[in-house]
Every structure is written in structure tokens, then in C-alpha cells.
């Protein structure tokens, strides 16, 4: 890596004891000279406005009228690199996280537009990732940002494998200059042992009378 890369990481948990949070800080990013490390989080009382009003106030000038939503907005428009650490409720992202996701609708014109962004969610059991990984290709994908890597950690993930997402992480962000984009088997993505694929049709069985 020969030049400074400007990395954003967020934790989007409101739980004082976040496994994804602790997780963020144990990559301790900032100690790279080469890495411009910058850290938000949301459990901050600060955030806690944090939303999108739909008010279309934005359309014009991509300024927000919320003024928390403009220090996230500037945030990402810095970052070369976004790593979001959130946690798995009901095999869904958080409303927390959403309520982040949702909040950089100003940027809807491809400002974003080939920014890495790399995920690591935190759920109870293994296997739950699945649909919270559907919720955010939409946003990626809106943006035209660069989904590069999911990772997930749970409450069995053993401290080797926690060192082998460290330093998949760290690789990643060695290879920055390096184009990428994760490919994503939706065969394999599953909640709680059913696999979660993109409905084409669905049947409803009419209730018997």
C-alpha cells in the first residue's frame, strides 16, 4: 500500500456491550501510518436523530436538513473505505443501521460511486446472516458502492477465527488498489437452517372457510 487510505468504520449497535463493536476496535486500524482511520459510533447520543424525513429538501444541493445526517453524509463522502460493524436482530439488520442506510438519500446520484464497503455482523447463533445480507445489496447497489467482504461473528466464533477475519480485513485493505467485488452464492445465504433465496412468485393457500 504506497498511499494513505481513508477508512470509515461504524458501529451501528445500541447494546453497551456489543460483540460487533468490540469487534471494530480490537482491528485497531489506527495504528497503520499508512491508514487515515476515522470512527462513528451510533450509540452515541449524538446519533440519535439520526434518519431520513423524506422531506426532499435534499434534491437540490445533496445538503440535508438534519444536521447529524450531514456529519455521516461528509463521512462517507471522505472515506475510500466504509467497514460497518452491526448487529443481527430477528436475522434482520437493525433499525438502527437502516436508519443509517436510509440517511445518505442525498448521495442518491452515484456520489458514493465505487467506495468499498466491507460488513461484519454480529448474531447469538451462526447462521443468521442470510437476510441481512439481502437488506444491504440494495443500498450498495443504489449507490454504486463496491460490496468486497461479509464477514460473521457470533457467540461461538472462536478467538483463531476471529484473528482469520482480522487479517482477511487487513488483506482487503491491502488490496485496496485492487478493484473487487464480492460474489455472492444466494443458494448459500440461510436463517436459522432455511435457505434464503429472492422470491420469484409465492402462493398463498386459501383459508378453508
Known amino acids: 500500500m504506497t498511499k494513505t487510505i481513508k477508512i470509515l468504520g461504524i458501529s451501528t449497535s445500541m447494546s ?46 445533496e445538503v440535508c ?11 462517507f ?17 437493525t433499525g438502527k443501521t437502516k436508519s443509517l442506510m436510509e440517511c445518505l438519500y442525498p448521495f442518491r446520484d452515484q456520489q ?28 450498495c447497489y443504489k449507490h454504486r458502492m463496491l460490496l468486497v467482504q461479509i464477514e460473521s461473528i457470533h457467540d461461538n466464533t472462536s478467538q483463531e477465527e476471529l484473528g482469520g477475519i482480522v487479517d482477511r480485513i487487513n488483506q482487503s485493505i491491502l488490496d485496496y ?19 434464503v433465496g429472492i422470491p420469484i412468485y409465492y402462493d398463498v393457500e386459501k383459508k378453508k372457510e
Open 16 to 61: 453497551k456491550k456489543s460483540r460487533s463493536r468490540k469487534f471494530l476496535n480490537d482491528l485497531n486500524l489506527d495504528k497503520h501510518k499508512t491508514i487515515d482511520y476515522k470512527q462513528l459510533d451510533l450509540i452515541d447520543k449524538d446519533y440519535s436523530s439520526l434518519s431520513c424525513s423524506a422531506c426532499e429538501s435534499c434534491a437540490d444541493n
Open 65 to 75: 436538513i438534519n444536521k447529524m445526517n450531514n456529519i455521516v453524509l461528509r463521512a
Open 77 to 93: 463522502h471522505e472515506a475510500d473505505i466504509i467497514i460497518i460493524a452491526a448487529p443481527i436482530y430477528y436475522g434482520s439488520l
Open 112 to 139: 458514493l460511486k465505487g467506495k468499498e464497503v466491507i460488513v461484519v455482523v454480529s448474531s447469538a447463533k451462526e447462521g443468521q446472516e442470510g437476510i441481512a445480507v439481502m437488506e444491504l445489496l440494495p443500498w
Open 177 to 195: 488498489d485492487i478493484k473487487k467485488e464480492i460474489d455472492i452464492d444466494f443458494q448459500n445465504l440461510n436463517y436459522l437452517g432455511k435457505r
